[in-house]
């Protein structure tokens, strides 16, 4: 394991210049020196080694001529985002004094600004070591030939709505869901296969209490679904603490199929691809990317081929917020998500060939 650094230094805020302070391996219960916290913070903070990340070697390298990570190296505009050996995943290997130290200066969901060590640490002992961050590839022996891993990912937008997309979302190896991922009902449309589901402990309250009436009354279950949980704050390790103690639940932990989505990963997806100018402005500390965003970025370090559906487009006004809404409702531009920004992402990675890009019944998109 080693840590990167951009060559390029990222852009300061005039309004948030500031140096980091001298690091020290204290005790993270010390009172010795000043705790960092959101408030003291007109606008987000950008620190020397705001842009390093930790980066896993001798993962399992990818034959497929066309992967997304072989597009990415040929691409002048992504070669330099683009980091194929990413750490993905927080457990207690990847968790330290010296970690907390670094991580401490970013906000959560990007680090643990503001939060407890102690129940930071008392959850992950919780959880085993994840031997591979490319689980796929590992999961993928080359036995000789080329192989490629698709995956499709499925968010929630109105676009899905009579697309008939189902069979073609269920035809790749993996699928990848979020939030209140509704499928009865809406198998033509959305496929009934899910592979890799991503969520907070807030947005899943809220999908079950929102769309209880539509069917969506647990997360969903099965023998071979991953969780990819998204750890955006105090809540979601007060809600793991409590979560834990479920056998099903339990089990997906022993099994490794729950995994805790590393900050430096969210972090990544910020600075490199979706870095909002809110965040250059006193309501920074509303501001994250989407899960959706999270979701796709996460299958594009893992998959060969990456096919999006349900996302924003050009023409988002044409459809409904969710595909699963009862009557038409337009999507709602809030300032907690950049979704302009990320319509132009998902566009301009459509158009690079890196990502196929669902865009609607009249749409022509080019196969993989």
């Not at 192989?147 to 035809?171: P, T, Y």
Request: proline share 5%.
């Amino acid at each position: 394991m080693t840590v990167t650094r951009i060559t390029t230094p990222l852009p300061t805020s005039k309004s948030a210049q500031t140096t980091r302070p001298t690091a020290s391996f204290r005790s993270p219960t010390s009172t010795s020196k000043k705790r960092l916290k959101v408030e003291d913070f007109q606008a987000e903070p950008r620190w020397d080694f705001e842009d390093e990340y930790r980066l896993e070697e001798g993962s399992p390298q990818t034959n497929c001529p066309d992967s997304v990570k072989v597009k990415a190296a040929q691409s002048y505009w992504l070669r330099e985002r683009f980091l194929p050996n990413l750490t993905l995943f927080l457990d207690l290997k990847h968790f330290n004094l010296s970690e907390w130290d670094r991580l401490e200066h970013f906000k959560p969901p990007f680090g643990f600004m503001g939060l407890n060590y102690s129940m930071v640490q008392g959850v992950l002992e919780k959880f085993p070591p994840v031997s591979q961050q490319q689980l796929l590839l590992a999961s993928h022996p080359q036995t000789g030939g080329l192989q490629c891993i698709s995956c499709a990912v499925v968010g929630n937008g109105g676009i899905l709505k009579r697309s008939q997309m189902g069979q073609e979302i269920d035809s790749h190896d993996y699928v990848f869901r979020v939030n209140g991922a509704l499928i009865t009902g809406y198998e033509k449309d959305v496929g009934t296969r899910t592979s890799f589901y991503g969520f907070t402990s807030y947005s899943l309250l809220m999908s079950l209490k929102y769309l209880r009436k539509q069917g969506f009354h647990q997360m969903p279950k099965g023998k071979d679904i991953h969780y990819l949980h998204f750890l955006e704050g105090h809540r979601d390790f007060e809600w793991l603490e409590n979560t834990l103690r479920d056998e099903i639940m339990v089990k997906a932990v022993t099994e490794k199929r729950y995994l805790l989505i590393h900050p430096d990963l969210l972090r990544y997806v910020k600075n490199r691809f979706l870095r909002s100018e809110i965040l250059d402005s006193i309501y920074w500390p509303l501001y994250r990317p989407s899960n959706g965003a999270f979701l796709l970025l996460t299958a594009i370090q893992l998959c060969d081929r990456v096919s999006a559906y349900g996302f924003i487009t050009n023409d988002f006004r044409r459809f409904a917020d969710h595909y699963y809404d009862p009557r038409w409702e337009k999507l709602k531009l809030y300032t907690n998500h950049d979704f302009i920004l990320e319509k132009r992402l998902w566009k301009q990675l459509h158009n690079e060939g890196i990502i196929r890009l669902y865009q609607g019944p009249k749409a022509i998109t080019p196969q993989n």
